[in-house]
């Protein structure tokens, strides 16, 4: 069993005419956040409501699954399809929604990826939450989360899974490592001002890369 979820709350402030969301700039340390490019500061900033949409468009530069990864991409369709379900995809449009949900205590982002032509487009979507054990946790399905370090590194945002937790009748469970499909990292790294790179990698620590994909996103205002 797990310790009580902390609750990462009040960090939202008026900046002129804007008001902003600073709960990710807390969780950094001020420091790390401020040595982030301005762009990458200002997309994690904003204050997503319900009535409000955050939207990105982009290509995918590539997709990789070793063996045993597409049978976990697979195996994980009956839960939502989490992972990229195939290789390849250079080129094809990618898009970005996040909106807010009804109490602004979370985010919900919807990722849709065109697969090409003949295959229906997968969409993978996951609620960002302020809280758990390290301050913020993605929710894959309504009972497992990650919890999510965050880290800078030069130009990069990165959120890196430290474990996963089952939740049942209020009670949180932390899975344990030989159960565990690997490490998720997930980055956000600046090209220029309107355009970043997604990356996502699970690594194994027996069976090495299991999913590695990078995808260029613009802002669409």
């Known amino acids: 069993m797990i310790t009580a979820a902390k609750q990462i709350v009040g960090p939202i402030e008026q900046s002129g005419a804007s008001v902003l969301d600073l709960r990710f700039a807390h969780l950094l ?28 468009r982009g290509q995918i530069e590539h ?32 898009a970005v929604t ?15 990826y065109n697969r090409g032509k003949g295959r229906k487009p997968q969409t ?4 960002k939450t302020f809280g758990g054990p ?27 899974s430290q474990r996963y937790v089952l939740t049942f009748l209020g009670c949180r469970l932390a899975l344990p490592k030989l159960l ?12 220029c001002d309107t355009e970043f790179r997604f990356t996502l990698t699970l690594t194994h620590p027996w069976f090495g890369r299991l999913v590695d994909q990078a995808v260029v996103f613009r802002d669409v205002e």
């Open 29 to 56: 340390g001020a420091h790390a956040w401020h040595a982030l490019p301005p762009a990458i500061r200002r997309r994690f900033s904003k204050r997503v409501t319900p009535n409000t949409e955050v939207h990105y």
């Open 124 to 127: 993978i979507t996951s609620t």
């Open 134 to 160: 390290t301050g913020c946790e993605e929710w894959i399905t309504p009972w497992l989360s990650m919890a999510l370090d965050l880290r800078a590194d030069g130009d990069t945002l990165f959120f890196e």
């Open 180 to 191: 565990s499909p690997g490490a998720i990292q997930v980055g956000h790294t600046h090209i």
């Open 98 to 112: 996040i909106t807010g949900t009804p109490k602004g205590q979370a985010q919900r982002w919807t990722r849709r």
């Open 63 to 94: 997709t990789r699954l070793n063996p045993l990864g597409h049978v976990l991409a697979q195996g994980l369709r009956p839960i939502g399809a989490p992972l990229p379900l195939h290789t390849g995809q250079t080129c094809n449009e990618a």
